[in-house]
């Protein structure tokens, strides 16, 4: 059996460092590696579990029980089995089975969930004899009316229940309330793995085991290979059918065998195209499918049925490589009776001695003699001139059974394996197992690999050759910097210019945060300092006011009193609008400055010319132009608050009746005690006129204003400054002269540094690989090598003889 060789012991480790050295480089980070994680845990993985999946009855337990011929699992026709059951290797003398049993909650759930679906009240209490009594023998009646177990799924789930019932009764002393109870082999007295599954294998146990672990000693469970058999996607209970898709999709998963019904039923069921769509969604499992369309012996009977089959792999299954057609029930007990002889009746009184037993002292006919006796009659398979055979209506089906295979012997039962299409079958998943697992899963493995490998091959080689491209001296690695001097002051001021238009869209499209928060807080104040005033607003005073103005006159008009509120309102939000602004933008040109400061191209304009170029006395100049401009456009949006609202004296409105009715109170007398009186009213006037005026102006109007200013202002300032700095070049070349031998010397010694990284990381990606390909050369998979990054011959001038002048610069520094 291929186990994993030595050569690929440390693949982990090797497939990891890979996977590391990409996390390394930032460029390559985003990449996907699911795929290769996947992969490598399948490749490394101690067990590989085979899925056994299909739809209710569809004979998966069956199929497993022939490919290790032996009667491990219970299959019968009409029980589901709601089990999850595991095999796995042993030793012959270490072959054990561990029991694991549902609790008695589970159990209860289950008989609940069934009742529903059958129409019975729900289960109360399980543990009162005479309701399982009246449940067992409801289900009885169903059965009887439906014309046996397996005819409806009415009558499957009511033989699902009956079995749940009995196994409960069975077993009561065994399971417990809450906690799933487990139970070694050991613990029911069982010498032997045959005992142990006889007693799993009886429907009423089964159906109350939560998982059956079979330790069992057969080739095909070597190297880790684990089956793994679950209950039908179709189950009676629902609970049973999650327990399935729930395994397919388990990254556990490497395998599928997934066992259709199209044989039987001439078509796909909705369920069975679910699994078919869940299996392609796990990418452990990949093509690692068998399909295999079991109970091919009903199409030997029926022409349609088999030819609507025929057009069924034609169509939806002709790129599938692994497609078998198998009778699990022939193939089984035909390995089974193989080993038997007239001495026991050919199995009569072995193999099936417990389903033949009747009452009186009749016997049962096992359906596996039926369909023998079947096969032998009409299927067809049987060449007449090797097999004269008869099948006589006078004798009991036991009978026929007998005597044909006392007359045809060991090669009427060889020809009934291989039409079965079991030793296919086995041959394929042995063949699978033993020679072609492993080397797939490291092919998959390299597969998903390799583009990680080219990709990281190509980052080193171009960092190389960028690295090694730069001049290896000093002089010339001054003349190299001087050269790019003009691209990199276009490059800042166009960055610069980028960085700004982005800032002033940023506010012009509502989506710098702080900015918007501060807005609002402008908005917040105007409301608030609006409500204060109108709130503190003193008609008396306003009174005095205008009395004052004229002297002649003893008494004022309602008029003179909202003249001089609406000048009075006009300039105290006039204040509060202008500190506001001031606000505003000094915090905007604040973080403005700050994010310039430290951003990349500010940093680099310094290395090129030791100062920024002007650029902060240029956003220092811009930010007083655009207060002023804002202060000023305050001043003119509140001056015209002094104007009443287009619409103040419409007729119709709620302002013209309140006006009138503030005029009616207000002319009770001459004094200024009726003017007093009607505060109140004056008030809500005026509240009707400014609050419109100020919305329209802190939620439309100023925004823009705000929006335009600061637009006008700093993109022609950055257009400006752009220019500016290109213009630089003679400064910044006499400045660059003056650090370059310093900075060239560095560069020259940092290119080295990187060049010396880069070789280190290709060591450890050259040796990572290296291995990983001494395992894949093990497994043949010659064409599926990864590739090395050849080695680069580096040849930089050492950086230790200066001239003297050199030195009286660098010492200078």
């Known amino acids: 059996m291929p186990l994993i060789p030595p050569q690929c012991e440390n693949l982990k480790l090797q497939v990891e460092s890979i996977l590391e050295l990409l996390n390394q480089e930032v460029t390559l980070r985003s990449t996907d590696i699911s795929a290769v994680q996947t992969s490598l845990n399948k490749a490394i993985s101690p067990k590989f579990e085979i899925v056994f999946a299909g739809a209710f009855s569809a004979g998966k337990s069956m199929l497993i029980n022939a490919l290790l011929e032996r009667e491990l699992l219970y299959s019968a026709e009409g029980h589901a089995t709601g089990t999850e059951c ?27 969930s069934l009742c529903h679906q059958l129409g019975f009240n729900s289960v109360t209490n399980i543990n009162q004899a005479e309701v399982i009594e009246l449940l067992q023998q409801g289900c009885n009646n169903i059965i009887q009316q439906e014309g046996g177990e397996s005819k409806s799924e009415r009558g499957k789930q009511a033989k699902a229940l009956i079995l749940l019932l009995e196994g409960y009764v069975t077993n009561r002393q065994r399971i417990h309330t809450l906690d799933n109870a487990i139970y070694s082999m050991d613990a029911f007295n069982f010498t032997n793995l045959k005992e142990a599954a006889g007693y799993a294998r009886r429907g009423s146990n089964s159906a109350v085991l939560k998982r059956i672990e079979y330790y ?20 009676p209970v629902a609970k049973d059918a999650e327990l399935t898709y729930g395994k397919i999709q388990h990254p556990d998963t490497s395998a599928v065998v997934c066992v259709l019904k199209p044989a039987a039923t001439g078509e796909m069921t909705k369920e069975e195209t679910e699994l078919l769509e869940t299996m392609g969604e796990n990418s452990g499992i990949r093509d690692r499918v068998f399909y295999i369309f079991n109970r091919i012996d009903e199409t030997w009977y029926n022409t349609q049925l088999r030819q609507r089959l025929d057009d069924l792999i034609g169509s939806q299954f002709r790129d599938s490589h692994r497609v078998y057609k198998t009778s699990g029930l022939l193939g089984f007990y035909g390995s089974q009776i193989k080993q038997t002889s007239n001495r026991d009746r050919f199995g009569l009184d072995s193999v099936f001695a417990e389903s033949i037993k009747g009452l009186n002292g009749k016997e049962e006919t096992p359906q596996f003699v039926n369909e023998f006796n079947r096969y032998c009659a009409n299927s067809g398979k049987l060449s007449p001139n090797q097999f004269r055979i008869s099948v006589n209506s006078y004798e009991s089906p036991n009978e026929n059974y007998l005597r044909i295979l006392t007359e045809q012997g060991t090669v009427l039962i060889n020809q009934l394996i291989h039409d079965s299409g079991i030793d296919e079958f086995r041959s394929a998943v042995t063949k699978y197992l033993t020679e072609e697992k492993r080397p797939q899963l490291f092919k998959n493995l390299a597969d998903d690999l390799e583009n990680i490998c080219i990709q990281l091959k190509n980052y080193y080689q171009t960092k190389q050759r960028e690295l090694d491209s730069q001049p290896h001296e000093i002089e010339a690695m001054k003349a190299y910097e001087l050269q790019r001097l003009n691209l990199q002051l276009q490059e800042v001021g166009n960055t610069f210019l980028i960085h ?12 710098c945060d702080g900015f918007e928060a501060d807005f609002k807080q402008l908005q917040s104040k105007m409301i608030r300092r609006l409500d204060e005033l109108l709130d503190t607003f003193s008609v008396a005073e306003a009174y005095r006011q205008a009395t004052i103005s004229h002297p002649r006159n003893a008494t004022a008009p309602l008029l003179a009193i909202l003249v001089e509120a609406f000048y009075y309102l006009a300039n105290q939000l006039e204040d509060i609008l202008s500190d506001s602004t001031l606000e505003v933008i000094n915090n905007f040109f604040k973080g403005l400055t700050e994010r310039v400061q430290t951003s990349e191209y500010y940093r680099q304009l310094y290395r090129l010319l030791g100062n920024d170029g002007g650029i902060k006395i240029e956003l220092e100049k811009i930010e007083k132009e655009v207060i002023s401009a804002l202060i000023n456009a305050a001043r003119v949006e509140c001056d015209r608050f002094v104007r009443e609202s287009p619409r103040f004296y419409d007729e119709g409105t709620f302002s013209i009746y309140q006006f009138r009715q503030t005029l009616l109170q207000t002319s009770q007398g001459y004094d200024s005690e009726s003017i007093v009186d009607a505060e109140p009213a004056i008030r809500q006037l005026l509240k009707l006129d400014f609050e419109p005026k100020v919305s329209e102006t802190i939620r439309r109007s100023f925004r823009q204003t705000i929006n335009q200013t600061l637009k006008t202002q700093l993109l022609p300032m950055a257009d400006k400054q752009a220019e500016v700095i290109l213009q630089q070049y003679l400064n910044a070349r006499n400045y660059l002269e003056k650090t370059l031998e310093k900075e060239a010397e560095e560069k020259i010694l940092n290119n080295q540094r990187l060049l010396d990284t880069v070789a280190q990381k290709v060591d450890v990606y050259n040796q990572a690989v290296s291995a990983i390909n001494s395992c894949l050369q093990t497994m043949g998979l010659h064409q599926h090598l990864l590739p090395e990054v050849e080695n680069f011959e580096v040849k930089l001038e050492p950086v230790d003889s200066f001239s003297s002048s050199d030195v009286a610069v660098i010492n200078h520094f």
């Open 86 to 112: 595991k095999i796995e290797y042993a030793e012959a003398e270490k072959e054990r089975v561990i029991l694991t049993f549902l609790s008695e909650v589970e159990i209860r759930e289950q008989a609940i």
């Open 216 to 235: 069992c000693h057969h080739p095909l469970l070597e190297d880790g290979n684990v089956i793994i058999d679950t209950p039908g996607i179709d189950a």
């Open 500 to 511: 700004i238009t982005e800032e002033v869209n940023q506010i012009v499209n509502s989506a």
